[in-house]
DNA sequence: CGGCCGCTTGATTAGATTCAACCGTCGTGG
DNA sequence: CCACGACGGTTGAATCTAATCAAGCGGCCG
């Protein structure tokens, strides 16, 4: 990111209010229409901890990962957003600090940004999109339970399975492709005990493996692995 | 909870903003002034999983415990909320059902309650309400992410320790009285291991324990060993 | 009095982490 | 051009944490 003043893209904050509309679904990206677009390889930041929000970003290409550091730096990833999604507003709308870091999963994923004083202004002259606002993150916090029941009453073969199942939407049904160690910070295990269930997945034929990426074979396999 | 037609509680209902500006903090509770209210005994329930919201719930006396259950019906403590906080509005502001059960943690916990239609009516003449609570729901959003690091990457025992400290202030720095079971279930373990480990803390003099009273000694040494 | 419930303890098992080593690839610099 | 080192991935073995199973205890209520 650097310290570069960044300049918000009008076309998605005119956009914006769809966005809360839809509950995350993408916004169809067209790149002619987006003033600015910045593109990041594998790890780039786009935020962390502790700084304060500049503005707000959303995704046009690829994946990024929302995550906190724990104990001995080892990353928990919290959240896997796709093309369409915004992040970064939870800490604009708190007025604190992050407390996560941002970073692209992929090669080639791209972003734009909107800043604070836009977001901001944009929400207060639009009582909708005040009430949209106050009903998403309501819904999200509910899910959180949901999040957090699954993390500490699952097994890690479980979760595993879970992880699949996401990555498999989030990659539109195609190839899963993301570095065993995101994949091992998803589920919240070791890389190697994580490397020991795809090969139990791959031996059973649910999945199959080429390097890094992952095909799903068997998708109510894993449902049924997740479930119990 | 019954079937009875509930009355909103006039006098809560004209604190709310009150909740919303001190962000938790409790709203002192004199019995004379409140029109309703609900004394419950330990394990009674407030809301259930699945079922729409009828309004929502302040805590005047007591502990309530917000809780999912999971695989095999085991709960997880999602939450425990003390007096003067508000419970069961992320439903009613996100319109959808229940997806977290509420029941009282301890005998002679109060509650009152206001309607959905009061509080919504109060909610939607009020615009200052309608940006603290979009700031109050971004900032817990943000604490969950704090929260699912902690619940995945700290051990037992270390977690152990942090829900001591977490009812060392709900209790108001007095003994903690719960059920081990409850115990445990916020700890996300079984009761066998949560026992273990009080009895390896009341060994190293770090806390005491009568019955199912619990007494914390030494404050920093379970500082230390949450923290790792 | 009998039975249930919450609590506790012991023994065993299973799941997952940790440590150590090795492999292949890729990029860099001598 | 090759050597080297870094990095991501993988495997094996040892270890440990926590779950599970089984049983016993004490108190309280019907």
């Known amino acids: 990111m650097g310290s570069t003043a960044l300049q918000s893209c009008q076309f998605c904050l005119s956009k914006l209010d769809l966005f809360f509309i839809d509950n995350k679904k993408s916004i169809a990206y067209n790149a002619d229409e987006h003033s600015f677009s910045i593109l990041l390889k594998r790890n780039e ?6 700084k304060y929000p500049k503005g707000i970003f959303q995704v046009h290409k690829g994946l990024v990962k ?19 999604e915004i992040i970064g507003f939870r800490a604009v709308l708190s007025e604190n600090p992050y407390n996560v870091n941002a970073a692209a999963l992929e090669d080639n994923t791209e972003i734009c940004f909107i800043s604070s004083r836009d977001f901001n202004h944009y929400k207060n002259s639009n009582l909708q999109l005040q009430n949209r606002l106050i009903q998403e993150l309501s819904t999200e916090l509910q899910e959180w339970a949901d999040f957090v029941t699954d993390m500490t009453q699952r097994t890690v073969r479980q979760r595993t399975a879970l992880a699949l199942i996401f990555l498999h939407e989030a990659y539109d049904e195609k190839e899963i492709n993301v570095a065993r160690e995101d994949l091992a910070n998803m589920v ?8 020991r269930l795809i090969n139990e997945f791959k031996k ?22 997740a479930e119990d």
Not at 68 to 80: A, F, L
Not at 212 to 222: G, M, V
Request: aromatic share 8%; hydrophobic share 40%; net charge positive.
């Open 45 to 50: 930041v786009i935020f962390s901890e502790g």
């Open 188 to 195: 919240g295990t070791a890389t190697e005990s994580l490397i």
């Open 204 to 225: 059973d034929s649910i999945i199959t493996v080429s390097a890094r990426k992952i095909q799903i074979l068997d998708f109510s396999a894993l449902k049924r692995i």
């Open 66 to 84: 929302i995550f906190k550091y724990g104990k001995d730096g080892k990353e928990q990833i919290i959240q896997i957003c796709k093309a369409g």
